[in-house]
């Protein structure tokens, strides 16, 4: 194949790289499997248009983007459009989507699984036209998020320690709100504290990632309305992967449902694979199954790393 490689060198894990050597070893490794791979370094305000060219060009197979959950997100929905094959390699905080796929989160032995893999299709799930490869979220999740975002963190560590002290933050506060749903057959309304809406069914791991990325149905997950103690017992349990037994959680399977957000506030906002964007009063989420072709890496005998 023939395959252009995007690395946002802002991205935690290529901040402290020489990506002109990495690009050569990239070369190197895919031109030992037969296919022919050119590798583009850009800034992470160019990281989006430098995929979206390399996505339209006749000259290209498929598109590798290296970089955190946003922008292998925002890739993916990019590469969906175009109809051509993803392939990513884990350069973020928490690299989930990686994680499901099972590349291999060290980025040098990514590079070899990525080489030696085979293309596939996986399920691209949808919120209001926008593509999302792992999580939509209201509440509590975009809280947090909005909270990390105004600290100040120059690492992958510092920015996992930033999410701590947000977590904290956050509880003195739980956000509590009302919200209508249509989905499973059923419409209710509810006051919660948060959403999430996983593609594919979220597994009980420590670090939860869909148990499937082709079984066709979003994991809706509702937090009941919590207390500053309630919310930090939640963020226990999601930590020790014992969160589905939380009184405080109810879920749900559906391949469609519709939000509807009576009181949201101008300024609400949502959070999309770790990235914030505006809520909107009435949000449908679908999934779309074996809509996205991706490699799916080789599995080698190295283990990979954990962080």
């Known amino acids: 194949m023939r395959i252009a490689a995007i690395l946002n060198r802002d991205s935690g894990t290529l901040r402290t790289m ?91 032995q990514a590079l070899r699984a990525v080489a030696e893999g085979e293309i596939g299709q996986v399920d691209l799930a949808m919120a209001n036209g926008r593509p999302f490869v792992h999580q939509f979220g209201v509440g509590i999740h975009p809280r947090l998020v909005r909270i990390r975002d105004g600290m100040v963190y120059r690492s992958r560590v510092g920015k996992m320690l930033a999410s701590l002290r947000a977590i904290a933050a956050a509880a003195v506060n739980p956000p509590r709100f009302e919200v209508t749903h249509d989905g499973a057959g059923e419409r209710k309304q509810l006051v919660v504290s948060g959403i999430a809406v996983s593609n594919n069914r979220l597994d009980d791991t420590p670090v939860p990632v869909p148990e499937t990325l082709d079984g066709g149905r979003l994991g809706v997950y509702f937090a009941d309305t919590v207390t500053t103690g309630e919310l930090l017992s939640l963020v226990v349990d999601v930590l020790t992967g014992q969160w589905r037994a939380n009184p405080r959680v109810s879920e749900l399977e559906t391949d469609r449902i519709v939000f509807h957000f009576p009181k949201r506030k101008h300024d609400s906002h949502a959070v999309i694979d770790g990235e914030l964007i505006k809520l909107d009063r009435e949000v449908e989420v679908k999934i779309l199954p074996r809509a996205l072709k991706v490699i799916v890496p080789a599995t080698l005998d190295a283990p990979t790393a954990e962080i």
């Not at 430098?50 to 890739?75: E, F, L, P, R, W």
């Open 18 to 108: 020489d990506l002109a050597a990495f690009c050569r070893e990239a070369e190197d490794v895919f031109a030992s499997q037969g296919h022919e791979l050119t590798c583009q370094i850009v800034g992470g305000s160019d990281v989006l248009a430098a995929i979206k060219d390399a996505a339209h060009s006749a000259d290209n197979d498929a598109v590798i983007a290296a970089g955190g959950d946003g922008t292998i997100s925002s890739a993916a929905g990019i590469a969906y459009e175009a109809g051509k094959v993803l392939g990513i390699l884990p350069a973020g905080t928490m690299n989930l989507f990686a994680r499901a796929l099972g590349v291999p989160l060290d980025i040098h």
